[in-house]
């Protein structure tokens, strides 16, 4: 479904925050962040489930487990999904769907995958025992300064720093990078793409275009754990949201499919996932 916001616009605007107003949400903006909650969905056919849970954090932002890196905020949503294939590209796809939602509404967030406690929070939010739980983000209203913290995780992070196009997107041989003029019409998704957040800033995607179709790829060692691999493919399921809105925004038709790879000798650690075949 397409998103009912100016979605390049709030890709663009969006931005971590982890120091918020010690104050709960207004009733109209909770209402709201449930309204959009309802109507999440995504292109691969997998259930997912989304959270909302109102808990006040102490000073230190302990009372949940987020380690001190969040401070301010008394609302926090949550994810789980099954363990099955896309599941983790369905998870990073309506998440971000719903953060870009509370982006355009004024709202601060951060997709937090390794600081916060799982276990309090599976427990807060009553996720069941059979499914991941990859992520969370706290929900509220930005603070007018940053913390400490904040900003030397920003500074470590180089938070607002993004891979060049010629890292992360390619023509069919995986080794000639792909222009903006050769995507001509996607150049734009692609670059929504190229913003996404990812852990650690990390942006583990890269994307190959052929004749008729543009394929995504998950980039990761293949010694991860399975936790560490999931988090990987969420972070590919975030770009994915931007591809996407940001093609239905244009207008460009197609759909997602799996489609035979055997023809393509892949680079190392690169893992394919899903294609966006362009309609005829």
Not at 137 to 145: L, Q
Not at 148 to 160: G, I, P, W, Y
């Amino acid at each position: 479904m397409k998103l009912s916001i100016p979605v390049v616009e709030t890709v663009q605007k969006r931005h971590s925050v982890r120091t918020y107003k010690s104050k709960p949400l207004l009733p109209q903006d909770r209402e709201a962040l449930l309204m959009c909650m309802k109507q999440l969905d995504n292109p691969f056919d997998v259930p997912v489930h989304t959270y909302i849970i109102d808990q006040k954090l102490n000073a230190d932002g302990e009372k949940l487990g987020t380690y001190g890196v969040i401070k301010g905020a008394s609302t926090f949503l949550g994810i789980s999904i099954p363990d099955t294939k896309l599941a983790p590209l369905a998870a990073g796809y309506e998440f971000e769907n719903l953060i870009l939602s509370a982006t355009h509404m004024g709202l601060g967030t951060v997709w937090l995958a390794a600081t916060f406690n799982r276990d309090s929070f599976a427990s807060a939010m009553k996720i069941p025992k059979d499914e991941l739980f990859p992520a969370i983000s706290p929900v509220g209203y930005p603070a007018a300064k940053r913390s400490l913290t904040e900003n030397l995780m920003r500074s470590t992070m180089k938070s607002s720093s993004r891979k060049e196009w010629k890292e992360l997107f390619y023509q069919a041989d995986f080794r000639t990078p792909l222009t903006k003029d050769t995507a001509g019409a996607y150049a734009q998704p692609l670059e929504m793409v190229r913003l996404a957040p990812s852990a650690k800033n990390a942006q583990p995607w890269r994307v190959r275009k052929t004749e008729n179709a543009y394929h995504f790829y998950a980039d990761y060692k293949p010694e991860l754990s399975k936790g560490e691999e999931t988090i990987k493919q969420v972070d590919l399921g975030i770009a994915l949201s931007h591809f996407h809105q940001t093609a239905l925004e244009l207008g460009l038709t197609g759909a997602f499919e799996q489609m035979a790879q055997e023809d393509e000798k892949l680079p190392e650690n690169i893992h394919y996932m899903i294609s966006w075949r362009i309609a005829e």
